[in-house]
């Protein structure tokens, strides 16, 4: 047993305990889909960034850095933080002030439909599972990089870890153990980083450095990025419309969106919406510049998803190494635990057709339902069937493809009904689900950039309301849900909480300078200067 496997196995030992003592202190219902509705700034912030970072973010993420697409992925991430921004201010607090226990209940009671909340339920569930899956996947990579052990013995082992607390402690216990697993990577990376460029020649010498390496990826310091066989227009498109795909998908997706559902007041879920847009900001532009620092350390490291792997291996001191798989492992818990719980939450209460006679009842049908389906996903992500791949091909942004329309539409339009947010959110996943799996099967790809099976999924998604909207009037109950969401609660109202958020405001404003700055200062001119 190495000291990588163990430093990684005294982690998953901790968040065990920390979440079944989170377990608990869970008396109802409302204390295990949304932690009681009393989360402060830093346990929202950590689990929303906690969540979306995942193993892809350590992985998937950086090997597209190292391979020579870091511009683009810094545009992708640009749009992701405005979607931190975006969501809290124009949606999520008003999700919040409704006081529903899900996001599809949200819908179901918004416009006074089960058929909407159901429909949105098992598009959730549908997303998320396989979420959960490409998750399972990536930390299972890791322990048999670490152990040597089989699959079978890696997936047990990291599906005991999160389903053992997200299955007793609920939200409780996923957001305080998200947090934690937040503050290690994000330490992890901070500490690891300059180990890296000083064997890269040094921070401020990276840009000069790789213009002058031959082995440096083409085009990976330039505005656009690696080409491939596309055009500059091609790359740019494809930043820039994927980074508003994700903005929406941030905005009003379950494991993001959701998050404001336990936060103790409306002020909480803008200012953590603001420390989660600064570090997907600066933080992932710091790994990310980590990443290529690798082309100068080893530039044929394959596959290139093992880049920051084979850097806590090679390049770093062992306990600094230690301390970064210990944060990837992290990073893949904190968001199977959350997609874990939103799927049972939404499975139990929206999916289901059941009365429950009391909370104990919920409770127990809804941990059944969180067992069943990490027990299904352990099935799938071992047997290696292709129906992994297929789902997969449907799981980055199929909810917000469904409806993200709906979503805002649901609190700033006067005019949408029911029978138009049905059909809109029918509309936009067959859209995304149509084109998306042509794309797949036959692999011509038609479907891209301007015409991408998302953008569709949202054009057809809002003509479907439009004509829904024609062929139905709102109802009393409809109206009076949309009045009540837009009137302030008092307890919001304190002037000291406004001049806190405003404070945070502040930040992001600076923060936004100082990273401008930085990519300026370190980046730019020196590209200027080597070519």
């Known amino acids: 047993m190495n000291m990588y496997f163990i430093g990684v196995l005294i982690s998953i030992v901790v968040y065990i305990i920390v979440g079944n003592y989170a377990g608990r202190k869970v008396k109802n219902i409302d204390d295990y889909y949304v932690s009681g509705r009393r989360a402060p700034t830093l346990l929202i912030a950590g689990t929303l960034f906690a969540s979306m970072l995942s193993t892809n973010g350590f992985m998937g993420d950086t090997a597209y850095a190292y391979t020579g697409f870091i511009t683009s992925i810094i545009i992708i991430?640009?749009?992701?933080?405005?979607?931190?921004?975006?969501?809290?201010?124009?949606?999520?607090?008003?999700?919040?002030?409704?006081?529903?226990?899900?996001?599809?209940e949200y819908f179901g009671k918004r416009f006074n439909d089960d058929k909407i909340k159901k429909f949105a339920g098992i598009v959730t569930v549908i997303s998320l599972s396989a979420y959960l899956l490409a998750v399972m996947q990536g930390t299972n990579i890791l322990l048999i990089e670490l152990t040597g052990w089989s699959p079978l013995v890696c997936l047990i082992v990291s599906w005991l870890c999160f389903t053992s607390f997200t299955f007793y402690s609920g939200?409780?216990?996923?957001?305080?153990?998200?947090?934690?697993?937040?503050?290690?990577?994000?330490?992890?990376?901070?500490?690891?980083?300059?180990?890296?460029f000083e064997?890269?020649?040094?921070?401020?010498?990276?840009?000069?450095?790789?213009?002058?390496?031959?082995?440096?990826?083409?085009?990976?310091?330039?505005?656009?990025?690696?080409?491939?066989?596309?055009?500059?227009?091609?790359?740019?498109?494809?930043?820039?419309?994927?980074?508003?795909?994700?903005?929406?998908?941030?905005?009003?997706?379950?494991?993001?969106?959701?998050?404001?559902?336990?936060?103790?007041?409306?002020?909480?879920?803008?200012?953590?919406?603001?420390?989660?847009?600064?570090?997907?900001?600066?933080?992932?532009?710091?790994?990310?510049?980590?990443?290529?620092?690798?082309?100068?350390?080893?530039?044929?490291?394959?596959?290139?998803?093992?880049?920051?792997?084979?850097?806590?291996?090679?390049?770093?001191?062992?306990?600094?190494?230690?301390?970064?798989?210990?944060?990837?492992?992290?990073?893949?818990?904190?968001?199977?635990?959350?997609?874990?719980?939103?799927?049972?939450?939404?499975?139990?209460?929206?999916?289901?057709?059941?009365?429950?006679?009391?909370?104990?009842?919920?409770?127990?049908?809804?941990?059944?339902?969180?067992?069943?389906?990490?027990?299904?996903?352990?099935?799938?992500?071992?047997?290696?069937?292709?129906?992994?791949?297929?789902?997969?091909?449907?799981?980055?942004?199929?909810?917000?493809?469904?409806?993200?329309?709906?979503?805002?539409?649901?609190?700033?339009?006067?005019?949408?009904?029911?029978?138009?947010?049905?059909?809109?959110?029918i509309a936009g996943f067959l859209g995304f689900v149509i084109t998306k799996s042509y794309n797949e099967i036959s692999g011509n790809n038609i479907f891209v950039n301007i015409t991408d099976p998302f953008i569709i999924g949202i054009v057809l998604s809002y003509i479907a309301v439009l004509i829904g909207n024609k062929m139905s009037a709102k109802t009393e109950a409809e109206i009076n849900f949309l009045t009540n969401m837009h009137v302030i609660p008092e307890e919001e109202k304190d002037e000291k909480l406004y001049r806190g958020t405003?404070?945070?405001?502040?930040?992001?404003?600076?923060?936004?300078?100082?990273?401008?700055l930085i990519l300026i200062v370190f980046w730019a001119f020196p590209y200027m200067k080597s070519i």
């Open 171 to 196: 939200s409780s216990g996923v957001i305080l153990t998200d947090t934690i697993m937040f503050i290690i990577f994000i330490g992890a990376t901070i500490i690891a980083g300059p180990f890296v």
């Open 502 to 516: 405003i404070n945070f405001g502040n930040i992001l404003i600076f923060s936004g300078i100082c990273i401008s």
């Open 199 to 425: 064997k890269a020649g040094g921070f401020t010498n990276l840009v000069s450095n790789l213009m002058a390496d031959p082995n440096t990826p083409e085009g990976l310091l330039t505005y656009h990025g690696n080409l491939g066989t596309g055009t500059i227009f091609d790359a740019m498109s494809y930043s820039i419309i994927y980074g508003l795909i994700w903005m929406l998908t941030v905005a009003v997706s379950p494991w993001q969106a959701s998050r404001n559902l336990m936060a103790k007041n409306e002020h909480v879920t803008i200012r953590s919406g603001v420390i989660a847009c600064i570090c997907t900001t600066l933080f992932l532009t710091f790994l990310y510049a980590i990443a290529i620092s690798m082309n100068l350390i080893n530039p044929n490291i394959n596959p290139p998803e093992k880049v920051v792997i084979w850097a806590a291996f090679n390049v770093m001191p062992k306990i600094v190494g230690v301390f970064v798989l210990t944060g990837v492992m992290a990073a893949g818990l904190s968001s199977a635990s959350t997609f874990l719980s939103v799927i049972g939450f939404s499975f139990t209460n929206d999916v289901l057709s059941i009365k429950f006679t009391s909370d104990k009842q919920k409770l127990l049908v809804t941990r059944l339902s969180m067992l069943l389906f990490s027990i299904i996903a352990v099935i799938l992500a071992y047997s290696e069937i292709s129906i992994i791949r297929v789902i997969s091909w449907f799981a980055s942004t199929l909810i917000a493809s469904s409806w993200g329309v709906v979503a805002f539409m649901s609190v700033w339009s006067k005019k949408i009904t029911a029978k138009g947010a049905y059909y809109g959110m």
């Open 77 to 104: 991430n640009a749009g992701t933080a405005g979607g931190y921004i975006l969501g809290p201010l124009f949606f999520g607090r008003y999700l919040r002030r409704m006081k529903p226990l899900t996001m599809p």
